[in-house]
Every structure is written in C-alpha cells, then in structure tokens.
C-alpha cells in the first residue's frame, strides 16, 4: 500500500494505493502538514461491502468503473461492440512531477490505458484533472464516457449550488439539497446559458462569509455532464466530463480520447473564498495575454445596441468621436457590416464588408476610429454560416447536418464543419486577410445557435471535433496574430468556459444589460471568474431587454466591477449624461488596476443590500459595490466591509462622480467628500451605518490605507 499527495498553498489532495490498483482518493481539503506519518493500514479500512459481494469495493477511486465492482454512475463506459464492458485498471503507476501526479494505468483484461494528471501549483489552490483513454486492443472501441475529473466532498456536504438560466438570464443561482441518489446536469445543446458546467457543494447554509464549499468546473464549451453522486458512507463524488452523442468517440486500434480539464478548488471560509482561489488559479494558470501580461483593460464602447445591422459611416464615427470624448478607449463594430447582412438572414459566412454600407471597405471607419486614438475591435462569427450567403451558395455542403435530414437553421443559420480542413483554412483565410488589411487588436467572437443533428459528411456526431476544430481556429489566428485579443460570446453568456478562456480574454457575460439583472447575473459568474473577463457595459434606459429605467449612476456602478463598456450610442446622450459618464470612466480608469488584480470579498444579502468588491493583496486599497437591490421589512444594518486588515486605518470614500438622492447626516456628507477615517477592525467587526438607499441604486466605497 501507497500514498501519494499533491499540496498546494493551503489544500491537499491525498491518495491512497492498495497494490497495483487504481488510487483511491482519501483526502481532498484542508493543507496536511509536511512530514505527516501515515498510518496506511488505518486509512485502508474505507472499502464498502454491498450486499450479496463477498468482498469490499473502493468507491472514491480516482475513475470508478463497472470492474472495480461500483454499484454507482460509472465515470468510464465503453465497450468493443458490447464486449470488454467492464473496465478494471489494476496495473496502475503513480509517478509524481512538481505540483502533479500522473497516474498510468492499464487493464490488460479490456487492452485498455488510461493516463490521470493530476496538477496542484504549491503557490495556487486549484486542482486539475483530465484523462486520456487510448484502446490498447486490437478491435475499435466505442467510447460512451470518460471523466475529466472525479473529486470526493466529505460528508455533510449537503447542499448544492446550481447555476441555471436561459439567455439573458446566465449565471441564475439555485439551491439544490443533495439527499441520497444522485444529482446530474446534463448539456447537449453545445453552449451553456441553461447549463454552466460548474457546481458549487458544501454544508447546509453555506454563504459568502461562512462554510466548507467545494467547486468543480469543467472548461468545456461543448455538452457537458456533471453528477454528484451520495456514497454509501455518506460521502459525495462529483464527477464531470462530456456528454458524448452515440458513435461520437469511436477509437481505433492506437487512438486515444484526450478529455477536457476539469477544475476544482475547496474553501473553507465560503463562497467567497472559492471565488478567491479560482481567481488566482484562472489568472496564473488559464490565461493567455498578448506579451505574456494583461494591460490595463480598454473601456470599450460596443456598437450593438446603439445600432443593430444600421451602420452607417457618418454616425458611427459620431458614436466614435463622442466615445473618445468621454474616455471610451476602444471601438467595437459589432455585427451588420458584412456583405449583405441587412438582418440576420444572410451574410455569415461571408467576411467582407457590405458595398453598400461600406462601399470603400473598413478602411476609412477603421481610420476615422484609430484617428481618434480608439483601438478597432470588430465582430465574427466565424463558426457560422446563412443559406443566404456567396460561401454557402459556392459549397451547399459545407454544414454540419446529417444527409437525407431537413437542414435545421435556428437564428437563419447552419453550423459550419469545421472538422474538414478545407472549411476551417477557408474561414482563417478570411479572418487573417481582415487582420492583416486593417490594425484590429480584437475580435468579438459570437456563436449563436445551438448544435442540432450537427453530423458530419460521413454521418458521424461532430460536436467535440467541431469544437477541438474551433479552438485550433483560435489558437491559429492567435500564432498569426500574437497582439490579438478576442472575447468569447455566444448570444452572451453562452461559452463562458475555461476551455474557450484558454484561447480568449473575456467574456461577453450576458445580453442582457439591465443593471439589476445584472447584479445576479455578475454574481454568478464571479464565482469561477475574475472581473477582468467579465464584460459589463453602461447601457440605454429604459434598457433594450426588460423596459426597466435606471439611473445612470446605478447602471455604471455595476458596470465598474468588470471590464467596463457602454453599449449605447454616445450621441444621445446630453451634455450632463455625457459628463457623469466621462467621470465613471476615470473612476474606472483609476481603480482598473485594482479591480483586476485583486482579491474578491463579499457579503450575504442583508435587507436587499448586496457587497462584493475586492481588497488588495496586501489590504492597503479595497473598493466596494453596496447595491440595493431590492426592498425589505428591515432596514439595513451596519455594513460590515469584509477581507480588511483590522491593524490598519483607512480612509472610506463614496467617490465622485457619484452622489445619492437621500437625506444624508453630516458624517454620511463626508464620504463624498473628504472621506472618513476609520479603523480596519470597526469596519470589519462594527460596521459603518450607510444612507438609507433607493432600490435600485448603488454605491461605490473605495478605501486606502493610511500610512
Ligand atoms: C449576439 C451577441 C450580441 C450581438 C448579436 C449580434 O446576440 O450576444 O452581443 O453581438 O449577437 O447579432
């Protein structure tokens, strides 16, 4: 019997190995001190003995299958046309690497491999699992599931969160109670507005401040599953990995599956610790920024719902003009300027701009733009075809869709087989002349329908290799073009993943910019993603989406805690708008660095009141987003301003351009002023007593250290 471990900065993950088998994981938590004596033959004893079984079973095992006798979901499943069925690793290997594991494992019964790494960075906390599975015999095997990662909550952990939504509603946070049985989320739409693949798990009650939660994410954009799975003694695993159509994974003699990876960190002070340790771990371990470091973010103003499909050059360039004038840094022409794109019907497919919209092409709006000291982003949709359209007329063939079946558009529009290497260098081609013509330093790369019967010309799912063909196209255009940003969206929130972040820099979050929606939807995401990813914009009022009226104010505090957008066109705006406008930007401009760098914090909802914000590593600066979401039968309490250092003095400030249409005491006055001076250990142990605040307004505190 063996142990192996991996430490990271304040968790363990501890396996144990009975012989040759497959490890069991007996610890996943809180740091184990260096040196510990482990006393094997006490840890042995966690096997179950089902009923009927004359022997006991492991069932946290780093990959339960039928073989190893599991009673519950297996986390691999395939078979050579119904033989070798039952998988059963037992000529296993651990070797261990600095801050990983790799589990090498064989079953000579089934002429079967299978490779676990496992990585822990010593200065992060969060963990990584994938898979590969290659068939090691000599019939084809058909693979129905392969887990990306298997990680084992303790008992007690009884209550779920679960993200759920629709579009315009990403990120909508649910509570789910975990009896016995099993708990499954299943995505089979390609995208995941309805189906994060993310869940979060601790002990009943679990909040921002307080409680054992565990996160497990996958960083797939495509269909997904996640269980978490009660154990026998009480225990709970959580398994994900991809939801495989029929025949979609069929591997040759020799050929592997590769999984996904799936991410997963544990916190001991809530939920917002979680979101601390995915943050870090995102930004040390995921992302990907031209020159190897993120830049302060661009404000950007995106040209969608200030336009639709009218672009017009002279408006435009007025939008630009009054964008540079308020502080806005970089233009984002969104979709309406290509060949033929009067609405959504025709166009996709064809990258080139409209003749009639643009009758001397992108160049004097892209001159116009960068003129006024404006970066020029613009937006694709390079996965995407309309019938009504040069490339599709030119090769009908080019979809995915199954032969003899009615081709299924959904927004008007077919899905392009990006598995044939004709299509995917046909649509480089297009999108690396565009780069090459003109100095765009972005791309918004949209993706806006769901996979339907999306086969390919041999009649084969091509879901996951549509996929794996979509980030090769990224990843090509970004070797092309290493300056290149690109923002993942797919209508929203659709592929806000860790898979697709490996190939992009933000998220558009959602389509819906009503402030207070927002506020939930921005909620969500921050749980597994840092603010920097995290597009917000200041849109219209009434807002496009929901009719709601909302100051500008509250519509720009909310937008100030990601990256910062509007989305509306700028010459509406009066001379007054204009002005608090320009005065959020700076704001946003001043704090960017800290907002971006930072370490989350957050509050319970108390009285319709929110907090989140963040404080800085070494608690010297913190800014803070107070929202009053809604009403309530009390009155709100003290504030209490978490993650401070309670030894230091800071100055709290409310600062301009923000004022608040309320009754204000004297000391309430300073705060938008002067600022008060108050000690970290009342702040974060007494609170403070804010001015009575308006649903649907908000407040930003900003704090620094004295001395
Ligand atoms: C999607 C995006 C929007 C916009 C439109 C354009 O819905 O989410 O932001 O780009 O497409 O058609």
Redesign the pocket.
Known sequence: MSSHRLDGRGSTLLLLQRGTGLPEIVHWGARLPDGLELDLAALRDRAVRHNGLDEDHVEAVLMPTLGTGTLRTPALVASRGGIDWTADFTDVTVRAAAGALHVIAHDPVAALSLEIVLTLPEDGDLLTMRSTLRNAGDAPLQVERLAAGVFLLPAGADELLVFDGR?GREFTERRVSLASGTWASENRRGRSHDRFPGVIAGNAGFDEDRGLVHGVHLGWSGNHRTLAERLEDGRVLVVTGEWLHPGEVVLAPGESLHTPVAYAAVSADGLSGLSRRFHDGVRSGVLRWPDGAMRPRPVTL?T??GN??THEHDRLVAQATAAAQVGIERFVL???WMAGRRD?RAGLGDWRPDPLKYPDGLGPLVDAVTGLGLEFGL?V?PEMVNPDSDLYRAHPDAVLHVAGRPLRTS?HQLILDLTRPEIADGIFDQLDALLRAHPITYL?W?M?RDFVAAGDQDGRPAYRRHLLADYALLARLRAAHPALEIET????G?RPDLGILRHTHRV?T??CTDALERLAIQRGFSRFLPPELMGAHVAASPNHQTGRRHTLGFRAAVALFGHMGV?LDPTTLSDDERSVLAGWIALHKRLRRLLHASEHAASPMQAGRSLRGVVAPDRRQGAFLVAQERTDAHRAPPLLLPGLDPAFTYRLRAPSPQHLDVKLSASQRLLFTEGLVLSGALLGRAGIALPEMQPETALVLELDALD
């Open positions: 579009w995106n969608w719902e639709y499909f969104d979709d309406g959504a937006w949709e927004r918004k949209d806006n969206c797919s209508s929203g659709g558009w959602s389509d989305e």
